[in-house]
């Protein structure tokens, strides 16, 4: 079990003892008095309704936090079918108007520049280095600065792990195959996309087939096998190329300040322990859908080529995200400090990655 989970797991046991226990502390005090109080939330997700892993999560949030606060807390979810917005989470939790919200950070570098660092950054650290990283290198901490001026606290609300590259209907050999190419891709791997030259855009998910199979787009970065394979890019594009932008794509949950410094000490350690756990379960649930989709894919649809990008193409995209990253750092103090407490956090756990996950692996390759 690694550190992550044996942390939920010790809050998850200190949570349950002390919502069924009719005391606290010593056995001589008198018993605290149980607040009864059903606290009523909302929560607004970006994603559709029973939209698959993610849609997941926000499931699995609520009935933890139901469960684990003995029905004291009551959580309503609205899919962006109900409330319109699939953007508008940021605000709509900031103004009240949802008590808490599932997303993902980087949608809002419109917003505050330094929300963009906390989903994941291209050739940064991987799922278990990222937490890590989030839970004892400092990253909720930078984390909580960032949103506090909002007005909201984040949680980590799920990775996908490591996503795929993207869908390609030509073959990538050399920077000059990017000049051009019209590709949606978001977050910071869009803007190191522009800076080599390729045109990145935004296209509604339920949009992304029709534009890729008419040519609107030449390209798009999705998630890998575990949401992929369903939207069947591989018709249109065969193409598969393996990832750089997103390492380890955290979601967020977000929780309006104002509403969780008014819940019962014990409800806010509910709320955010049910958070983690349900976030954990989506991690597992997207290794064990990519696992078993890509098993799909390489039986069912053998044309599909997978691919790496050359070279001298990581190496350009390198440049410019190093280029990026100075600019921003260079604008903005807290952009700078937590970039550099990434990438000090990067250089420490990936000396241990490459020893341990990495060797394995390679050994077993042989």
Do not use: C
């Amino acid at each position: 079990m690694n550190k992550l989970m044996q942390l939920l797991a010790v809050i998850t046991l200190i949570i349950s003892a002390n919502a069924n226990a009719s005391w606290f502390g010593s056995d001589d005090k008198p018993a605290a008095k149980q607040d009864n109080k059903v606290y009523s939330l909302k929560l607004a997700e970006t994603w559709p309704s029973n939209f698959p892993i993610f849609g997941d999560t926000t499931k699995n949030f609520k009935q933890l936090a139901e469960s684990m606060s003995n029905g004291r807390l009551k959580i309503r979810i609205d899919s962006k079918n109900k409330h319109k917005s699939a953007l508008g989470i940021f605000d709509f939790v900031k103004s009240g108007q949802y008590d808490l919200g599932h997303s993902g950070s980087y949608y809002w570098k419109g917003k505050d520049i330094n929300t963009l660092f906390f989903t994941s950054m291209p050739f940064g650290m991987t799922t278990s280095e990222q937490h890590a990283w989030f839970e004892y290198g400092g990253g909720q901490q930078l984390m909580d600065k960032v949103y506090a001026k909002h007005g909201m606290k984040s949680i980590i609300g799920g990775s996908t792990g490591n996503q795929m590259g993207g869908w390609f209907q030509k073959e990538i050999n050399s920077i000059e195959d990017l000049q051009g190419l019209k590709m949606r891709i978001p977050g910071f791997a869009g803007e190191i996309m522009a800076e080599v030259g390729a045109k990145p855009t935004n296209v509604p998910a339920g949009e992304l087939y029709t534009a890729l199979d008419r040519g609107t787009i030449d390209a798009l970065e999705w998630v890998g096998p575990s949401l992929d394979l369903r939207m069947g890019f591989h018709k249109v594009a065969p193409y598969y190329y393996t990832g750089w932008h997103e390492p380890g794509t955290e979601l967020q949950f977000l929780i309006n300040l104002k509403k969780y410094n008014s819940l019962p000490a014990d409800l806010q350690s509910i709320l955010t322990a049910a958070m983690k756990l349900s976030a954990y379960q989506m991690y597992v649930q997207s290794e064990h859908e990519s696992a078993k989709n890509w098993s799909t894919m390489k039986k069912d649809f053998p044309n599909i080529k997978v691919k790496t990008f050359p070279k001298s193409v990581f190496d350009a995209l390198k440049i410019a995200n190093e280029k990026l990253l100075a600019e921003l750092a260079a604008k903005n103090p807290l952009s700078k400090e937590i970039i550099q407490s990434q990438a000090s956090y990067l250089k420490k756990a990936r000396a241990w990655s490459a020893i341990s996950d990495q060797a394995y692996l390679n050994s077993q390759s042989k």
